[in-house]
């Protein structure tokens, strides 16, 4: 299988561990989680199933999902984003099972699980098919991939290779469009748009243009059978 970020796994790690302190009062992590959880309600359903959270940060869809009742397994590379998860996990009293790897390297069983969440990672990725195809590899047959990101930025020069060694395909974020596209080519059917259930711009204006509010999407779509 080929590898998410070949290249930078360690600078990322370290981009996200500078950023944890500040990241869940930034736009929206973990505010709105109401409208999130109605969201993740509807679109996983609460019977509760076995959860993987590929890049959990701080643990915003991996503590919605375990509030829901699911068994949840949360992934993510940068130490301090998981110690903030690992917090409100046990302030909450849920039982979460935060794994510090890169996705890739946290040996997840192949065929192991009913869901996987994949939200506001993609464009941090050197190779966001990886990420799907990983997705597509440990869902059980049928199981459900719910994918989410933004258009963050409207026209910032892509300098992910100055910064993180490597060219960042969607530095500046994705659209729906880009998003089915990932999903089709990973084999997944049976797309379905949740966005209608988030009220209004969540996220706010895109950062560098004040007047454009963040386009983001809220997908799910099935593995094979
Ligand atoms: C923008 S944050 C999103 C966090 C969370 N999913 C959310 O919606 O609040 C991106 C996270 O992805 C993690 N990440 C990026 N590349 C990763 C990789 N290859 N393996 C695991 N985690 C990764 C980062 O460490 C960071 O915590």
């Given amino acids: 299988m080929e590898r998410v970020a070949p290249t930078t796994a360690t600078a990322m790690s370290e981009h996200w561990n500078a950023r944890a302190w500040k990241f869940d009062a930034a736009a929206s992590h973990r505010r709105d989680a109401s409208s999130w959880r109605a969201v993740f309600e509807a679109a996983l359903g609460s019977r509760p199933q076995d959860v993987v959270d590929l890049g959990c940060g701080t643990g915003a869809c991996a503590l919605l999902a375990a509030s829901l009742g699911h068994r949840v397994t949360a992934v993510d590379g940068s130490l301090e984003m998981l110690s903030h998860g690992r917090t409100a996990a046990a302030e909450a009293g849920l039982e979460i099972d935060f794994i510090h790897s890169t996705m890739d390297e946290a040996k997840l069983p192949a065929s192991s699980t009913d869901i996987v969440t994949i939200r506001n990672v993609l ?103």
């Fill in 123 to 225: 464009w941090t990725l050197e190779n966001p098919p990886a990420a799907l195809a990983l997705a597509r590899e440990i869902l059980r047959p049928g199981g459900k991939l719910l994918l989410s990101d933004g258009l963050w930025y409207r026209q910032r020069v892509n300098n992910s290779r100055e910064i993180f060694g490597t060219n960042l395909p969607f530095y500046n974020g994705l659209t729906e469009t880009d998003a089915r596209a990932l999903i089709a080519g990973a084999g997944f059917r049976s797309v379905e748009s949740w966005r209608h259930l988030m009220p209004g711009d969540p996220y706010g204006s895109v950062y560098d243009d004040p007047d454009t509010p963040i386009t983001f999407f809220v997908l799910t779509a099935i593995a094979p059978e």
